[in-house]
C-alpha cells in the first residue's frame, strides 16, 4: 500500500473512532435497525388478517347501518347501533396500524360481503332481521371470532397482536348478544 493511499486510510479511522464510531458501535446500530424493520415488517399471514378484518369490518359497519334503517326490532336496532360504534372504532385503529407499517387497506367491501349486502338491501323488515342476525350477528362473528383467535396466538408483528387482543373481547361479547337476541329476539320481530 502506498504511503499517501495508508495515511488516508489512518485518517479515515482516526476520525471514525474520533466520531465513536467503533466496531461494536456500529453493529448495534445495524441490529437496532434490523429490529425496527422487523417489527414494521408483515408476514403474509398478518397482511392477510390485516386486509380480511378490514373486509369483514366494513361489512359488518355498512350491514349495521341498514340494521338501523330496517329493522322493526328495538333490539335488532340497538345491537346495530352497538356493532356500528365497535367496528368503527376497530377500523380506525387498524388503519392506524397499517399506516405505520405501511399497509395498503381495502376502502370497500369484498365481492362477496358485497352480494350478501345488495340482497339484504331488497328484503322486507322481517326477513331481514333473520338475515341479518343469522348473517353478520351469529355467522360473521363466528369467523372473525376464529380469525382473532388465530392471531393472537400466532401474529408475528406485534402491533397485530396487541390489535387482535383487544379486539377479541369485543367480537365475543357481539356473538353473545347476537345468539341472546336469536333465541329470544327474533320471536318478537317475526309476531310484528
Known amino acids: 500500500m502506498s504511503i ?15 466520531g465513536g464510531f467503533t466496531l461494536p458501535a456500529l453493529a448495534q446500530n445495524a441490529a437496532a435497525d434490523k429490529q425496527v424493520m422487523a417489527a414494521k415488517s408483515l408476514s403474509d ?13 366494513l361489512f359488518e359497519i355498512e350491514a349495521s347501518k341498514l340494521a338501523a334503517k330496517k329493522s322493526q326490532n328495538p333490539e335488532i336496532k340497538r345491537y346495530a347501533a352497538m356493532l356500528v360504534k365497535d367496528h368503527t372504532a376497530a377500523s380506525e385503529e387498524l388503519k392506524a396500524i397499517a399506516q405505520s407499517l405501511p399497509l395498503r387497506l381495502p ?17 322486507d323488515a322481517a326477513e331481514f332481521d333473520q338475515n341479518y342476525m343469522k348473517v353478520v350477528g351469529i355467522e360473521h362473528h ?15 408483528q406485534p402491533k397485530v397482536k396487541a390489535f387482535a387482543t383487544k379486539t377479541l373481547p369485543k367480537l365475543k361479547a357481539h356473538l353473545a ?11 318478537a320481530s317475526a309476531a310484528k
Open 4 to 18: 499517501p493511499r495508508l495515511r488516508s486510510t489512518s485518517l479515515l479511522v482516526a476520525a471514525l473512532l474520533a
Open 45 to 57: 399471514d398478518d397482511r392477510e388478517f390485516m386486509l380480511k378484518a378490514t373486509g369483514s369490518g
Open 107 to 123: 376502502r370497500n367491501m369484498p365481492d362477496g360481503e358485497k352480494a350478501e349486502f345488495n340482497k339484504m338491501t331488497k328484503m
Open 142 to 156: 363466528r369467523t372473525d371470532i376464529a380469525m382473532f383467535e388465530e392471531r393472537v396466538e400466532k401474529a408475528e
Open 177 to 187: 348478544a347476537a345468539e341472546k337476541i336469536g333465541s329470544g329476539g327474533m320471536a
